[in-house]
């Protein structure tokens, strides 16, 4: 049956029914539904796979030295900051910020005649304590000459005493006379004793004294420091900065005075990743020499890596480093900020690419069938080439040297993306050219 009779036959019904509007309006939306449904099928169009226009470059592994772009800051080991050790005025300031002075320079001169009175009585101390262990010294040597005749003394008594009893006993003496030879016996014996206790009591007092002179001595000594440290002086050559007081200052101890640097000396503090420190330790051990270039904003200036600290910085990922100038520069203030090329231990096996081939941290894709497939790889460093742009290099025992790696940046770079190689761009090294788009 076609479409006209079908038409024809619902007028008809409509008629009959009396409900033309409706009808016809339900009618023309049942003959849409059937003209939808029963139109030609045509056949679904298929678009061809797109391709991403890239450049590649062969896996050529060579050792290579590779280079780090860190940023640190100028330090000295040498950067003293002069505080007061007494609480004094200020009399003289004999340098200004920026001066170039020698060590043991005098610097600064603080009030000392608070600290000279402190080193008088001190002095006075020891001094009387000097003279009473000289007194006690000599009341000894009398002691010991008249233990001497005590003893004397005692040697007759008592052969006295002998006499006297050999009389009695022969009926010449009385008993009162045993009895006054005992009687000084005695007394003689008694005498011997005190004076041995004089002597040595004379001994310890001695002691206590000499003891007692070394803490006086000690107490001069002090107070010698004490004035002496009213007369700042450098501690070594360097250059000032940082001058915070003036004639008139009332200074406590603790204050700070000034600053003394010696430029001669200056070192460099840098942090380097956590994944280096051990590759740049083991070079050190076997003591490899590692440079480095200093761009200080006025001029570049070559250095040394000389140790690296043993401790991970906490929350940072970096371990610090530091590095010696071989001729230190002038110009630099310390506490600035410059960048830093340092030279890491030479590599073997490791290829160099550009920026552009590196995706997220350590991914890179190769060309498998015309398809991209994503590689983990070691991140050795970067290469700087001379018109100023670097290289990464990396490492992967995955990759050989007929596989091509891909040096385009890609938006949307995935596994399994269909890539088509730009021919002459081919093996050049990998130069970074825009991703396009191209139909096949």
Known sequence: ?????????????????????????????????????????????QLPERAWSVAVMPARAETIQPTLELYGRVESPEDAELTAAVEADVIRVLVKDGDSVAAGTQLLI??????????????????????????????????????????????????????????????????????????????????????????????????????QLTRAQALREKSQLTVDRTRIAAPFAGTISEVEISVGDRVRVGDSLMRLHNPDSLELRTQIPTRFANRIRAALNR????????????????????????????????????????????????????????????????????AEAIYGRNRIYTVQGERMMSLDVERLGERTLGSGTSEIIIRSPELTAEDLIITTKVSTAADGLLVAVRETDAGDGGSPLLASREAE
């Open 1 to 45: 049956m076609g479409i006209l009779p079908v038409i024809t036959k619902i007028l008809d019904i409509s008629k009959r029914l009396r409900r033309g509007p409706v009808v016809i309006l339900l009618g023309a939306i049942l003959v849409s539904g059937i003209l939808i449904a029963t139109r030609p099928q045509s056949a679904p169009v």
């Open 110 to 211: 603080l009030d000392d005649q608070d600290a000279r009175l402190e080193l008088l009585q001190r002095e006075a101390d020891v001094q009387e304590i000097d003279v009473q262990i000289r007194l006690e010294q000599r009341r000894l040597v009398r002691n010991r000459e008249a233990l001497d005749k005590e003893r004397e003394l005692l040697e007759l008594a008592e052969k006295n005493e002998e006499r006297v009893r050999s009389l009695y006993d022969d009926k010449l003496v009385s008993l009162a006379n045993v009895d006054d030879s005992t009687e000084e016996l005695k007394r003689q014996q008694l005498s011997v004793t005190s004076r041995v206790l004089a002597i040595e009591e004379s001994e310890l007092r001695i002691g206590q004294l000499r003891a």
């Open 287 to 354: 003591s490899e020499t590692l440079g480095a270039s200093i761009d200080t904003g006025g001029g570049n200036y070559v250095a040394t890596l000389e140790r690296i600290s043993g401790q991970t910085r906490q929350g940072s990922g970096s371990v610090d480093a530091f590095l010696r100038f071989d001729q230190a520069p002038r110009s630099t203030q310390l506490g600035a900020t410059v960048q830093v090329l340092l030279s890491l231990p030479a590599e073997g096996d490791a290829i160099a690419v550009p």
